[in-house]
């Protein structure tokens, strides 16, 4: 009997491990330092993009409320934050 077309059929041996577990595979070649090296230049901590609010003119991220007015789209979403108490933050 032939095999199904489109599939290949693999020995028993190559599927499964010893314990009877898929086995696991493995790079057939060493990747050479350029590569490692490329792939891990993007590997980069970036700071975080800031905009200016346009109604208070803070910093703020965007298409986020902004934290000192408390607005987003040009109307109020939270109101701001009042202070109860003395010291700086």
């Known amino acids: 009997m032939r095999p ?6 693999r020995p028993p041996a190559q599927q499964f491990g010893l314990l009877g577990l898929p086995a696991v595979q493995a790079p057939k070649q060493k990747q050479s330092h350029s590569r490692t090296a490329k792939r891990r230049a993007q590997h980069k901590i970036v700071a975080p993009t800031l905009n200016s609010c346009p109604r208070c003119h803070s910093p703020r991220r965007p298409h986020r409320v902004c934290p000192v007015c ?3 789209a040009g109307r109020e979403v939270v109101a701001p934050q009042e202070h109860d108490h003395d010291h700086d933050h």
């Open 4 to 9: 199904p077309t489109g599939g290949r059929m």
């Open 70 to 72: 408390g607005t987003y």
